[in-house]
């Protein structure tokens, strides 16, 4: 489970108190009831002395697999013909974008 904040923060002051060890930290948490690694202990510390914050890195989520170009081209299309098979709207992507662009198949998987 990983730490809140609060947990970080105590850890950080823990060991910005002068003379406390990791292995001393990891005793209070315990006794404090928080039941840690070491090795997160470490990595909160080495977080917190890159960045100067407890908080987690920003996460890059999902990479898109088709750009918005595509979108906007593919919207515009079905507002004028809202029969178009998957296979029509690739040829038809192909035609707009170029075969080496539109490597797409119907799923929205790479191909």
Request: charged share 25%; proline share 3%; aromatic share 10%.
């Amino acid at each position: 489970m990983p730490l809140s904040e609060y947990q970080r923060r105590r850890i950080i002051f823990l060991w910005t108190g002068g003379g406390v060890t990791k292995a001393k930290i990891k005793r209070t948490l315990a006794r404090e009831g928080v039941f840690t690694t070491h090795q997160t202990i470490t990595n909160t510390i080495t977080r917190w002395e890159a960045t100067g914050s407890v908080h987690d890195r920003q996460r890059i989520g999902q990479v898109k697999a088709i750009p918005p170009a595509y979108y906007h081209f593919i919207d515009a299309t079905m507002t004028n013909n809202d029969e178009l098979t998957a296979s029509d709207l690739k040829m038809l992507l192909v035609k707009e974008f170029g075969e080496d662009k539109a490597v797409y198949s119907e799923s929205c998987k790479s191909t």
